[in-house]
């Protein structure tokens, strides 16, 4: 069955900027992810965008947006400033209840990168208003003191020969208190590049959101 699907470019105006995203709605859409990429990377991320493809088939709603403008991305310790990802993933998460077609639509999260701090921080501020998290080769150690805090299914997936990065994800799985699932991917790298790895990725994250952005509680 092929799904109707909105699919546009939206400005999203907050406190003292706006930010460039790609909004995608299916008909009936059963929840809405927003990404939160990856210090240097955009909306225009080629494997945000993939699983984004896979989530939208799934017949879920996403929104890959840019964190930053391209004058405060040009300055390369505001890529790493996690307080101002932060607030920017929370005042976006606020816009989209405030949408038309997304403001009923129960939220999730995918972080990548370090944009899994900022996503697992936001989740933490919002308590039970959002669903579900996925970390993709994440760093939410760098959102230590809001792990306990998280109260969304949490998933963290990394890659098996990313060996600092699983450890670093082991010590932040073991801070969560809510739902939560470490997932390692044999034979792939941080980046997931090899064959069939993003698509692992994208799998396992489908069915994660399709878990729980329908759980009224959890």
Known sequence: MQLKESHNTVQIPLKNVVLTGHLSVPDSAKGLVLFSHGSGSSRLSPRNNFVAKVLQQKG?????FDLLTKKEDAVYETRFNIDLLTQRLIDTTLWVQTQKNTENLPVGYFGASTGAASAIRAAAFFGKIIKAVVSRGGRP???MHELPKVMAPTLL??????RMVIDLNQKAYDQLKCKKRLEIIPQASHLFEEPGKLEEVASISAKWFDRWLGEKDY
């Open 141 to 143: 150690d760098l959102a």
């Open 157 to 162: 997936v990394v890659g098996g020969w990313d």
């Open 60 to 64: 879920m709603a996403t929104l890959l």
